[in-house]
Structures are given as structure tokens and as C-alpha cells.
């Protein structure tokens, strides 16, 4: 088979090289195909660069280099038609330890004891298979052990999911890179390092697991499968538990994708919104006598963990409280103009764009207008400088089961309503299913968050860093307010900019709210560009 050559892949538009973060495997070492083999770091994001075929690497740069889009960056001999080098002893599970065994067992047959025929295989089982954390972004140092699917001992498959890592902003799935029995080192509920080592695979296990299902014990080992299969048929992972108990569903009633049933994080969030389905009668007569237990008035109290999000988004606020100079200026908006253009053409936009027409895609349009007359706003602090940001790269900010993420619409001043408005739907739906990426969320300029989705009058909200303000909008009210010396009813919103004080002045935000008040109470000037 011919050598491959693995060259620098395009990964974005405006990145035309990248630098070796870190070597997966090492120079000689057997990979499979889609194996990922290194990390890459841009100037943006952290990509993986997975085998484009399976055989012997052959590592052409080191961690460190900078290579161009195009460069060569390895190669992948396949003579060895796929199988792994001797020296490599991470591949060595990778050989069939069931063939290896079948030897022994057909001696054992001939002399008449199908019985021990086990013991001799089960005794020299392959070595083992070391799974580490793996590298899941730039900005991530350690993970926490969502939940196990599988137990410990139980056999895997390649690919097959493990368990569940969560991050401070996404929850991973881990696949076994390896078939074997599966021996659990980091414990749910764990926090480990980026490459630390999570748990061990053992090849040749998985041969004794399968023959002695076939020994006389078997009818028992059945009854304990079964056992085990009734139990995790309807349990719901951590995850997957605390998403269910928000949306008030039953796990009875998910059906899970998960080993044996088991409810994954996937599994909860597709899962509709409703109320728990009334128990069947005989589950009904059996929880009265529960109910009945519990005294009136009885008052409960429970005690949660903090997921990595949580913490992180709690030490980032308090940072921000401290280390800037933040203060909120307010004003109102006549909404009045924006739900007559909304209403007049929100029919025929949906049935061109295939998109609805909200209220967001006016905010985003009007404040990249407002920041080109006001750049100080658009400004951040390094050090002893200001940085000014030619482009507006939004933000918003967005509620998932979760907690709260900022994914980043970029280049908002280039985009028209359409555009904005299906950005905006496109990280929306990736963040609710927790597949938001480290780039998606990464390098905002300016945020804008919505509390009157949640039904919020007035707030201040926290400036989201290293970015210098964030424009917050609340609920729309109608109000008695005057109108060329008559009063008239209006839908009224109230909008509050908070900002840090370091960086913009009071007369900079203040006029940088009233650019925006007034983009919003006459949007021709946004088509118009004045």
C-alpha cells in the first residue's frame, strides 16, 4: 500500500497557518483511521487532525512548528496492512485476543473439560489500554466525570461511548479507543487534569466475558444481565437527570439511547417539554402509602454540586465586579416603529428566508451602527493600551439547561437582517444541545443579553470581559407616555448599557444609547445607513 501523506488542512477562511500544539502519537506508532493524531492551534481555535488512513506514522514536524495551509505535516505508511508495530504499546489491545485464546480452548476440548477451558484463556489476558483525558480545547485544563455508561468490568467496544466529561462550557462524550474489559480509574463526579489518566481497557478480557457466558453458569449470569438491564433501563445520567427534573419529565417516559436503555444528555434534551405522565394505577396504590408518610408541612432540603459552567461563570462575574469600573446608564425605547415594520412584512420575510423576523436582528443591526460612531465602546483594555476592534463581532447571550453561554455573531455589520437572524437560530439550537464550540464562543467584542424573554423590567447587567459594555433589553410594556403634547399609549422598552468607567466615558455611553434609541424608533435609518 502506498504512503499517505497527511497535509495542513483549510480551517477557516482567514487562517493561513497553524502551529503544532501537541503530538497524540509518536513517530512510528500504529493509528487507525479517524484516529486523532495531533491538536493544531490558529490564531482563533484548536483543531484536531485525525489519520486519513490506517498504518505506521511517520512525523514529518514537531510540536511547535508554524506550518502553512498546505504544509506536510506526517505521513501514514500502510504497508504494514494494518497491523500495529510491536514497539507501539498502546495498539498492542488492538490485536484479536480471541484467536489467541482459541487454541487453548480446543486442546481443552479434546481432553474432555470444556469446563476449564476458560481459566487457561482468562489467564493471560493483553496489556492494558491507558485512556487519558483528552485534549477538548484551548482554554480547558480539566474536566469532571459527568457519568459513567458503562461499569467497571463491563466489555467495550471500540467507539462505544464511556462516559460523560463535562467542561466549564460543554459536555463531552468519551468513545473507547479500544476492545477489552473496561477497568474505571476517575470516579463520577471527579475532576481530572487534561491527560490524566481516566481509565484502562484490557484486551483479551473481553474473550473471557464472552466464553463464559457460554459455561453451564450461564442461566445465572443471564439472571444477573437482567438484573442489570432493569436497572439502568430507565436511569437517567446526572446530566441527563437534572435536564428531565427542569422540564418536569418523567424518565419512565424518555427513551433512552445509552447502554440498556440508559438516558443520555442527548436523549434529555431532544425530550418535549411536559409535565410527568399520571403513574399507572398499581404504581398509584403503591406510592400512597409514601405520600401518606410524609408529614404536612414537612419542610425538605437538598444539596447539589456546582457543574464546571456554574463555577466558572461565578468566578468570572465576581472578577469582572472587581477588577473593573462598572456603571449602567438607562433609557427607553418606543418599540412602536420595529412591530409595525415586524408586522408588516414578518410573512413575506419567513417565506423568503426561511427565517422569522425578532426583535434581536434590529438590536444587533442598530448597535454595529452606533458602534462605527462611537469605537471607544467597541474598545478594550490591555495593560497600559487600548484595543480598537474595526469589526463587531455580537455577542449574545443565551439560556441553555446548562447555564448561560455567549456565542458570537461575526462580522454583524456585514450581515443583513436574514443573515443575523439565522445565526442567530444556528447558535441558539448548537448551544441547547451543548455542541457550541470553542471558536463559536470565543472573541466577542460587544454583548448584547435579553432579559425580557424571562419577563425582566429593569437590570444591570454584568459586563461580559474582556469586552468594555453590554447592552442589556428587557420586556416591552405598554405605557402612558407624551407624544407631541399628547398622551398616547406606546409599547415601551427599557434599555440599560452597562460599561467599565476605565475605558468609556459617561458622555460616550450615554450617546451611544441614545444612537441606538433612535436607529430603533425610526428603522429606515438602518436601511439607510444613517
Partial sequence: MAEIEIKVPPVGESITEVTIGNWFKNDGDFVKMDEVICGLDSDKATFELTAEAEGVLHIKAQEGDTLNIGDLIATIDGASNGAPKEAAPKQETAAAPIPAQAAPEKIEDKAGEPAAAVAPAASAPGKAYEMKVPAVGESITEVTIASWSKKDGDHVEVDEILCELESDKATFELPAEAAGTLRIVGKEGETLSIGALICTIEAGAGAQANLAATAPQAPQATETAGADKAYSEKHASPVAAKILAEKGIDPKDVNGSGSGGKIMKDDALKAGSKPAAA???????????AAQAAPAGARGQRREKMSSLRKTIARRLVAVKNETAMLTTFNEVDMKPVMDVRSKFKDKFKEKHEVGLGFMSFFVKAVTVALKDFPVINAYMDGDELI?????????????????????????????FAAVEKEIVRLAVRARDGKLGLDEMSGGTFTITNGGTFGSMLSTPIINAP????????????????????????????????????????????????????????????????
Avoid at 512 to 524: A, H, S
Fill in 279 to 289: 403513574p399507572a394505577a398499581p404504581q398509584s396504590a403503591e406510592a400512597k402509602p
Fill in 388 to 416: 480598537y476592534n474595526d469589526y463587531a463581532d455580537i455577542s449574545v447571550a443565551v439560556s441553555t439547561p446548562r447555564g448561560l453561554v455567549v456565542p458570537v455573531i461575526r462580522n454583524a455589520e456585514t450581515l443583513s
Fill in 467 to 530: 469586552q468594555s459594555a453590554i447592552l442589556g433589553m428587557h420586556n416591552i410594556v405598554e405605557r402612558a407616555v407624551v407624544v407631541d403634547g399628547q398622551i398616547v399609549i406606546r409599547p415601551i422598552m427599557y434599555v440599560a448599557l452597562s460599561y467599565d468607567h476605565r475605558t468609556i466615558d459617561g458622555k460616550d455611553s450615554v450617546s451611544f444609547l441614545v444612537r441606538v434609541k433612535q436607529l430603533l424608533e425610526d428603522p429606515m435609518r438602518l436601511l439607510l445607513d444613517m
